[in-house]
């Protein structure tokens, strides 16, 4: 299970290798338990271990695997971020994409031997979905053949950007590009912010930590501002883009290329999305199954809490939702890579269905990955809200997706545009044109479901339903949009009368995708017993989703009454069909406990002991009599007491 996981037995088995190196060097173990450490601290042991890494992290990876540097990071660094998140989720991701042969034989050897820490420094204190909105600009002077970055007003401050802060010293920064008084729109610059011998603030240069947040808080999220600060022309990225020292400025082959670091970290985040959730879930279902409370006969003990169907209720869809989002993100990143070769070499054909689709998954994936985290929380009871669950900094770290690469609603959208122009070919007769994400919308379907009369259709019937509540909600909210605009309304204000029904859209496009990439999964497997395992998942993972959007299938009558019986009661059958396998579904990810940082998920089940250990050796605990009380409160009660 672990290869379908990980996507092949040798990734399963470098994981495990990974680990077990990594269990044997102290020195990048975190010295104490991340919750009992201020952020200065926390900030302090990252870094120390990210110079380790830097010497030692060839013996332990293939530095050039995403994966293996992922599973690195998640193992030693952990899930709250260090110092050079953004070096290498973004600021390698956007130089390799978008600067020139010339410009990365410059800076990426550079970025690599780590000799320049960097990030990428898009967002702004007044704007941050609004690319055409942002204010800091890059006017060009001719004279120097420079550009002069500058940060007109407060709100044009760059705010957000991880590691700005503190710890970068170099940035890629969008600005608004000016030459000769015209405006090209937003373009990525490499900018040096920090001398790189002193790491002081370069003049012309302000910038610092915008302060701690719900998660994340080893990053340092910072500010920058520039006053009138000059770089060379050729720190313009200019893999696409070029403006020559007179000034000419020559297009991209397609508008939105300079997007692509956004469109990487949408395309890669959907397996640290499905890692959070399985982790938390791994932690909820191990304790779980040792946490005791209740009886169901009244005439037996105690039984596991695991054993009650609504604690299975709460858990086991969302263990489908792991699986669906890993097989999903496995899925996109493939896309992702191809449609990258692609552009490299000039063609930017698939552009458009790759941004839609990472769109809408990312939307929906840290949505209900967040939902999943936090049912998880709740289903440990009173010791899921302890920090030693650290099921509420998964939570926290796992919802900042739902914001960060642009606002969930914002980005569903940006499908819809997609999903309406898809709409328009069906409606003029066009649906040959439509690509193959969205053929299903052109393709006439039956007028009812049969999913329960034919119940080993082996997922037929239950993605024919799901393409037909798609196909419904995509026109429907389309029409409604024509509609508004035959009788006069503008575009925009008609787009906007309608968002909430074109999101409904896009949430059902994407949900059909994510089952579609389950059931592609589970097809391709040749071992038995996995794909019998799977298949209950599955199974559970259809019949769930399909009773959570089944109003879009009864307001047409495409499921009865008595459909969506069958489609509750199978959901019931296979919560208890999992039950025996719930456990091992989760530690097939063999999260080790050094990733899972969790004093209730131990491999163990060792909780009890290990909650009173963690308990006493909370910096509270140093002393028996708190200065609080010596200062305060003790003299309070003694003056009350005269
Ligand atoms: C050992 C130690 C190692 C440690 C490091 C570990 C390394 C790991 C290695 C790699 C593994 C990676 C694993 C990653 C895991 C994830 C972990 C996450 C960590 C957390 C990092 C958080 C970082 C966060 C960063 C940011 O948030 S950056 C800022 C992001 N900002 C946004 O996303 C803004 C959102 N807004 C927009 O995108 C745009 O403004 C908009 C799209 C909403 C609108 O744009 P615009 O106004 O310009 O466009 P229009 O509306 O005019 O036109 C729209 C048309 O353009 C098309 N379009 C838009 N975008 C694109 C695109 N990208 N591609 C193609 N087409 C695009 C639209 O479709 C429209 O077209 P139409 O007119 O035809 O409809
Ligand atoms: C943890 C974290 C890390 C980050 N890291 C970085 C980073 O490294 N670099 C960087 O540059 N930025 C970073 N950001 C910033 C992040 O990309 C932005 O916060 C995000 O893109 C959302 O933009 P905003 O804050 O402007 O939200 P807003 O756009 O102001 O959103 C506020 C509300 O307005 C709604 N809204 C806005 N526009 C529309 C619209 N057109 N239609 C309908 N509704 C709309 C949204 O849906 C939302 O409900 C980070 C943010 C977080 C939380």
């Known amino acids: 299970m672990a290869a379908q996981i990980w996507g092949s037995e040798k990734r399963a088995r470098r994981r495990r290798e990974i680990s077990a190196k990594i269990a044997q060097m102290p020195e990048l173990h975190d010295s104490k338990p991340l919750p009992f450490m201020t952020r200065e601290e926390k900030i302090m042991e990252s870094a120390r271990k990210l110079t380790i890494l830097t ?48 410009q990365q034989a410059k800076w990426l050897p550079r970025a690599l031997r780590r000799e320049i820490i ?27 053949q420079e550009f002069v970055l500058h940060t007109p007003q407060i709100t044009a401050l760059k705010w957000w950007p991880g590691n700005l802060g503190k710890s970068s010293n170099y940035a890629v920064v969008v600005a608004h590009m000016i030459i000769k008084a015209k405006n090209y729109g937003p373009h990525p610059f490499m900018v040096q ?30 500010f920058l501002g520039f006053n009138k600060y000059r770089i060379p022309r050729t720190n313009l990225l200019m893999r696409h883009t070029k403006v020559e020292a007179d000034g000419t400025y020559i297009k991209p082959p397609h508008a939105k290329i300079n997007y692509s670091a956004m469109v990487h970290v949408r395309a890669y985040m959907l397996t640290g999305q499905a890692i959070m959730l399985a982790s938390a879930l791994n932690i909820a279902t191990r304790y779980s199954s040792v946490r005791r409370q209740g009886q169901i006969d009244k005439s037996q003990p105690e039984v596991k809490v695991l054993e009650y169907q609504t604690q299975q209720h709460r858990l086991f869809p969302s263990i489908a939702r792991a699986y669906a989002f890993q097989f999903a993100g496995a899925e996109t990143v493939k896309l992702y890579e191809h449609v990258l070769k692609e552009m490299k070499s000039g063609n930017v054909s698939l552009m458009a269905d790759l941004h839609a689709l990472t769109s809408g998954l990312k939307s929906v994936v840290t949505y209900q990955t967040g939902e999943g985290i936090e049912q998880a929380r709740m289903a440990c009871g ?43 070919l069906v409606k003029s007769g066009q649906s040959s044109k439509l690509g193959p994400l969205v053929a299903y919308l052109g393709v006439k379907s039956e007028p009812t479901s049969l999913i329960d009369r034919i119940p080993n259709s082996g997922f037929t019937e239950y993605v024919k339903t799901f393409q037909h509540v798609s196909k419904r909600q995509t026109l429907k909210a389309a029409d409604m949009f024509f509609g508004l605009m035959e009788k006069g309304e503008k575009r925009e204000i ?44 599955l199974h559970l993972h259809v019949n769930y989703e399909l009773l959570d959007i089944a109003s879009y299938a009864l307001e047409d009558g495409f499921l009865s009454a008595s459909q969506l019986d069958y489609i509750r009661d199978q959901v019931y059958l296979y919560l208890g069909k999992i039950r025996p396998n719930a456990v091992s579904l989760l530690d097939s990810w063999e999260f080790s406990d050094i990733e899972l940082r969790s004093v209730l998920g131990r491999r163990d089940g060792n909780v009890y002991e290990n909650l009173f250990k963690w308990a006493k050796s909370s910096p509270l605990n140093k002393t028996d009599v708190l200065s609080s009380v010596t200062q305060y409160l003790k003299p309070m009660m003694e003056k009350a007491r005269l």
């Open 118 to 144: 960097g990030t990428y420094a898009q967002t702004e204190l007044g704007h941050g979905t609004n690319l055409q909105n942002l204010e800091t600009t890059a006017t060009y002077d001719l004279a120097t």
């Open 494 to 537: 008609a787009w906007n009368k309608c968002s909430v029904e074109l999101n409904r859209a896009s949430r059902l496009h994407t949900r059909l995708f994510i089952v579609e990439a389950f059931v592609r999964r589970v097809n391709e497997i040749a071992d038995i017993r996995i794909k019998e395992a799977l298949t209950d998942l």
């Open 193 to 222: 912010l920090r001398d790189e011998k002193t790491h002081e603030p370069l003049p012309g240069i302000t910038i610092g930590d915008i302060g701690p947040k719900m998660a994340y808080n080893i990053v340092d999220n910072g």
């Open 55 to 102: 010497e030692k992290m060839g013996q332990i990876i293939d530095p050039t695997d995403p994966a293996e540097l992922y599973h690195l990071n998640n193992e030693v660094l952990g899930l709250e971020g260090n110092p050079m998140a953004l070096h290498g989720v973004m600021f390698i991701p956007a130089l390799s994409a978008q600067a020139s042969d010339e």
């Open 382 to 424: 009173g010791h899921g809200y302890s920090m030693a669950s650290y099921i509420s900094e998964i939570y926290g770290v796992a919802i900042g997706g739902c914001t960060y690469e642009g606002e969930n609603m914002v980005m569903l959208l940006q499908l819809a545009r997609y999903l309406v122009k898809s709409a328009a």
